[in-house]
Nanobody, 113 residues
Framework: QVQLVESGGGLVQPGGSLRLSCAASGFTTVNNILRWARQVPGKGREWVATGNGDKIYADFVKGRFTIFRDDRKNMMYLYMNSLSPEDTAVYYC?????????WGQGTQVTVSS
């Protein structure tokens, strides 16, 4: 079955960087839309970026975050730079496959001094 597993979250100081990873299984990532979203307690999940050919980013991460896909390994990454406390959230990777949306369990990113 389709499964997405995120990793790489943690505690980082403001201005720091992190790399999140998303391991996909049960399908091949090539030719499938992959995306990142995030959620803070009490708020809905917000879209961060989509990587499918052209890479599209939410305005609040543009210039700081970069998606990288490695379809040979069925992996996706999110490189996050210049992190601020406002980026603190649980980050999820997702895909749309066979007409259904799938999300991983998420990885916590905390930006704090």
């Amino acid at each position: 079955q389709v499964q997405l597993v995120e990793s790489g979250g943690g505690l980082v100081q403001p201005g720091g960087s992190l790399r999140l990873s998303c391991a996909a299984s049960g399908f091949t990532t090539v030719n499938n839309i992959l995306r990142w979203a995030r959620q803070v307690p009490g708020k809905g999940r917000e879209w961060v970026a989509t990587g499918n050919g052209d890479k599209i980013y939410a305005d609040f991460v543009k210039g700081r975050f970069t998606i990288f896909r490695d379809d040979r390994k069925n992996m996706m990454y999110l490189y996050m730079n210049s992190l601020s406390p406002e980026d603190t959230a649980v980050y999820y990777c997702g895909t749309t496959y066979a007409g259904a949306d799938f999300w991983g369990q998420g990885t916590q990113v905390t930006v704090s001094s």
